[in-house]
């Protein structure tokens, strides 16, 4: 019989399968925003970009003029503005003209035919004007750019907008779309497409918008295309994307309902499981990697079905924090630990056994009073307790969570920090929580090696637990080097196959035992040795 959950499991299933359908339109109006948006800016950089150096190349060409020039409208100035023009990309005509607008000479001798269509503008940081002026035949809106020349004399740089004509511009600019290059004043140069939509969009109006400068010129350019005709020029990939997650979703629901009609996931019963006593305590042994004695052990878990099998705690672990269900499962480990190790710890009062808590046993402060109920009262000491809560899953409530651990230091337990390094604490988060002990996860012990001489991240985690003035166990010990690594580092306590994998109770305490015989032997002997020197 399933459990209840598996109908659960079912429906989530169901809803989950039908996801990339409903989320096809979500995500290709985020890509196509993104995209187009990404367009639009290179589209205005673009722009900008030719104004700018169109605008600087004649003020620069100016400049030089100026500079070659002694005076105005001889023969050398007239033929060093006729080379300037021939060298420039950009600039049309240089004119020599008064105050008042009479032309005096050009660079070609010709009467230079433009009209004015702003009002003469200063550029920051230069001692030029800019005035957007119509020349002669030009499609393109030109610019004007004048230097004085004493206090009579202008002399100006006509240049085009752009290097291209308004027809060539409406070809590059998508049906709907709209460019406008304008003033920073605000006087409009020239727009490109009906800017009519834009300029009287409302909030359910979406445009992809973007806007730039022409470098310190005052000159601003602003493209826009209504959202809906963008995405409409996605068609192609919207029925790609339609088709690839309807396959998706019908694997997926095929899968999952496949995966909850054959399967007999051990989740599923996990709480009949609790109740029956199935979920059995195993113990990990500690050891002292000086001495080689018993520190003591952690106490891991292992689901023993009625048919023997033995289920690891990797396939149940993670649904039974996320149900709730390692609340009574972690009180149904005390309850054996407590019959368990018993004479144990009466034995050996030095010993800790340490016990995994998870994050859901830091919302309220229930844990502390079960903790007492258990263990008051009996062989095992509350200071031989050792509470690990795991770092890859903070503590989401402090408040409450900063009472629990209060609750359980005063009794007299300690608490350890298990996978340190891997998650998400700091030096700070370990100090608020009042950490007595760091377990370092077998991933950083795993990176010594033989022959290996320094592991910076490992050393920096011993040198943090040192500061902190806390324990430290290592987890994951399997070989000799690694032992021997640790301990020249000053780590004392240790736990890995190289010691013993986690043990039922049976075996554990046979172990226990022919280590502390073997201690008390040892220290017998040191005993005799010391009084007979």
Not at 230 to 241: E, H, M, P, T
Not at 259 to 269: H, Q
Not at 281 to 293: A, D, F, S
Request: with cysteine; hydrophobic share 45%.
């Amino acid at each position: 019989m399933k459990s209840r959950y598996s109908h659960i499991l079912m429906l989530l299933g169901a809803i989950l399968a039908f996801l990339p359908i409903v989320a096809v339109d979500y995500l290709l109006d985020a890509y196509v925003r993104v995209r187009e948006r990404d367009n639009a800016f290179q589209y205005v950089g673009t722009i900008t970009s030719q104004i700018a150096v169109g605008s600087h190349d004649a003020i620069a060409s100016l400049r030089t003029i100026l500079a070659d020039s002694p005076s105005l409208c001889t023969p050398t100035f007239v033929a060093n503005v006729q080379v300037a023009i021939e060298n420039s990309l950009n600039m049309k005509q240089v004119l020599v003209e008064n105050a008042d607008g009479v032309q005096y000479c050009d660079a070609f001798g010709r009467n230079v035919s433009f009209s004015p269509l702003s009002k003469a503008l200063p550029v920051p940081g230069r001692t030029e004007t800019i005035t957007l002026v119509q020349f002669g035949e030009m499609d393109m809106p030109a610019l004007k750019i004048t230097q004085s020349f004493g206090e009579l004399r202008r002399v100006s740089a006509f240049v085009p907008l752009l290097g291209q004509t308004k027809g060539s511009l409406s070809e590059g600019i998508d049906a709907g779309g709209m460019l406008r290059v304008s003033l920073t004043d605000g006087t409009s140069i020239m727009t490109i497409g009906d800017p009519t939509g834009f300029d009287r969009r409302t909030e359910s109006t979406e445009f992809i918008f973007a806007q730039g400068f022409a470098g310190e010129m005052p000159l601003k350019v602003e493209y826009a295309m209504p959202f809906a005709m963008a995405r409409a020029g996605y068609a192609d990939l919207d029925v790609s994307f339609t088709i690839v997650a309807c396959l998706m979703s019908a694997a997926f629901l095929i899968l999952a309902l496949n995966y909850v009609r054959r399967s007999r996931v051990p989740a599923f019963d996990l709480e009949r499981a609790i109740a029956r006593g199935e979920i059995k305590p195993y113990y990990q042994p500690v050891i002292n990697l000086r001495t080689g004695g018993l520190v003591g052990c952690e106490v891991l878990c292992r689901w023993e079905k009625k048919n023997g099998e033995i289920v690891p705690p990797g396939a149940f672990i993670d649904y039974a924090e996320v149900t709730g269900l390692a609340i009574p499962m972690t009180l149904s480990l005390m309850q054996q630990v407590k019959y368990d190790l018993s004479d144990l710890c009466t034995l050996m009062p030095d010993m800790k056994v340490a016990i995994n808590l998870f994050e859901g046993h830091f919302r309220d402060d229930s844990i502390v009073a079960d903790v007492q109920g258990i263990f008051g009262n009996s062989p095992v000491n509350f200071r031989q307790l050792v509470f690990e809560i795991t770092e890859r899953h903070p503590l989401a409530n402090s408040g409450v969570a900063n009472s629990v651990i209060a609750g359980l230091h005063a009794m007299g337990c300690k608490l350890a920090m298990d996978d340190a390094g891997t998650g998400h604490s700091n030096l700070a988060y370990l100090g608020t929580l009042g950490i007595d002990v760091i377990k370092i996860d077998r991933i950083f012990v795993d990176m010594i090696k033989p022959g290996t001489t320094q592991v910076p991240v490992l050393d920096g985690l011993i040198a943090m637990a040192k500061d902190l003035d806390c324990e430290i166990v290592a987890e994951g010990v399997e070989t000799e080097a690694q032992a021997l690594y640790l301990r020249a580092r000053g780590v004392v306590q240790a736990q890995g196959f190289i010691f013993a994998p986690a043990l039922k109770n049976s075996a554990f305490k046979e172990l226990a035992m022919a280590l502390h015989a073997n201690m008390a032997e040892t220290t017998q002997i040191e005993a005799v040795v010391a009084s007979a020197a």
